[in-house]
């Protein structure tokens, strides 16, 4: 034989009919009586319509007395019709927590007494997870100092080691820091900062407290280095074609680069050509030939050549141009041209310019 399971249910019926927000009410009030048999409302909770539409949509909320509410207790928490929920406020997403100043606006804590923090993530009473009034961000273990209290931006630590910070501060600070302990600005194991205002515009890594490299205005500085001269502004590589005075036919190649701030070095080869002039001049080097120092120090460059009577390998390049010339073996003197088919050129060399 089988039996119907019995339910009981408790209903409570608001019979006005109403589609206001908060309207359709129905409440639970808890109350008692204090020593001198004042009666005084705890808590209530209330089921009540959610909006103003003519629909089924509702509230549950839960209110308790702060103290001073007499018969009205204070709301505490709301669930809505979209499922939201707000812990001291209206929720507007799922889960919407309200603090005042002194207090923590939420704490998940698997156990112990969590600090003042808009938001704290704890395990066995230590933080994993912070973030106070300031909008500074703790990662990792709580610690003791600077990073508990939250005077960085972002702090990534264990139990006693800061592993990365992200802070601002006056100048327009910002930095990047990590060590492997926690204490004051020079521990640093290594930097990565951004100067500005009475600082200057720059950024600068630096490891063991000792400044690496900077990058400001000028280009990439190295170590302490502030001379605008000798910072490094410029990376490239690239092909050239040289031209040569003097010669007919051949197929000339592209020549290779490669300019590391103002030193560029390069190398070229002709290809097979006919020689008909007994002063070949080459031009085309991909920047102009400059001296840096105003001391007319001229740039020289070497080549593997068949053009030549005589033993002719190296030359000079003519400053404020990009023009090559040879000089004879043991004198400052044009070599002793072959003319003729089947000629070639190889040169490499290395010279300053200000491009």
Avoid: C
């Avoid at 249910?9 to 004042?38: A, P």
């Avoid at 204070?74 to 002194?102: C, H, M, Q, W």
Wanted: net charge negative.
């Amino acid at each position: 034989m089988s039996r119907a399971r019995d339910r009981a249910d408790s209903v409570l019926h608001n019979r006005t009919h109403e589609d206001t927000e908060g309207g359709r009410e129905s409440i639970v009030t808890f109350k008692g009586e204090q020593s001198g048999g004042e009666i005084s409302t705890l808590a209530q909770s209330q089921a009540s319509h959610d909006g103003t539409a003519d629909d089924q949509k509702a509230d549950l909320i839960f209110k308790t007395n702060d103290g001073s509410d007499n018969a009205a207790p204070t709301e505490r928490l709301r669930i809505d019709s979209d499922g939201n929920v707000g812990i001291n406020a209206t929720p507007f997403t799922k889960l919407n927590v309200y603090g005042d100043n002194n207090s923590n606006v939420m704490v998940v804590d698997a156990q112990g007494t969590a600090p003042n923090y808009i938001f704290d993530v704890r395990d066995d009473g230590t933080s994993k997870l912070r973030v106070n009034g300031d909008g500074n961000l703790l990662l990792g273990t709580a610690v003791t100092g600077r990073a508990a209290e939250g005077a960085d931006r972002l702090t990534i630590a264990d139990a006693s080691h800061s592993g990365m910070t992200i802070r601002s501060g006056v100048n327009s600070y910002g930095s990047i820091n990590f060590s492997d302990s926690e204490g004051g600005a020079g521990e640093y194991a290594g930097q990565l900062w951004y100067g500005h205002g009475s600082l200057g515009d720059k950024l600068v890594m630096a490891v063991g407290g000792s400044n690496k490299v900077t990058v400001d205005g000028d280009g990439l500085k190295f170590n302490s280095d502030t001379a605008a001269a000798n910072a490094l502004n410029d990376y490239e590589t690239g092909t050239f074609q040289m031209s040569v005075g003097g010669v007919s036919g051949g197929a000339r190649g592209s020549g290779i680069y490669t300019k590391i701030g103002e030193m560029v070095h390069f190398q070229w080869y002709s290809g097979a050509m006919t020689v008909t002039s007994s002063s070949p001049v080459l031009t085309g080097l991909p920047f102009n030939s400059t001296d840096p120092f105003n001391n007319a120090a001229y740039a020289g460059f070497f080549a593997y050549h068949n053009t030549y009577v005589t033993n002719a390998n190296t030359g000079y390049i003519n400053l404020n141009s990009t023009s090559l010339y040879f000089t004879a073996l043991g004198s400052t003197g044009g070599p002793t041209i072959s003319t003729g088919s089947s000629k070639y050129i190889m040169v490499s060399g290395t010279y300053y310019t200000n491009a």
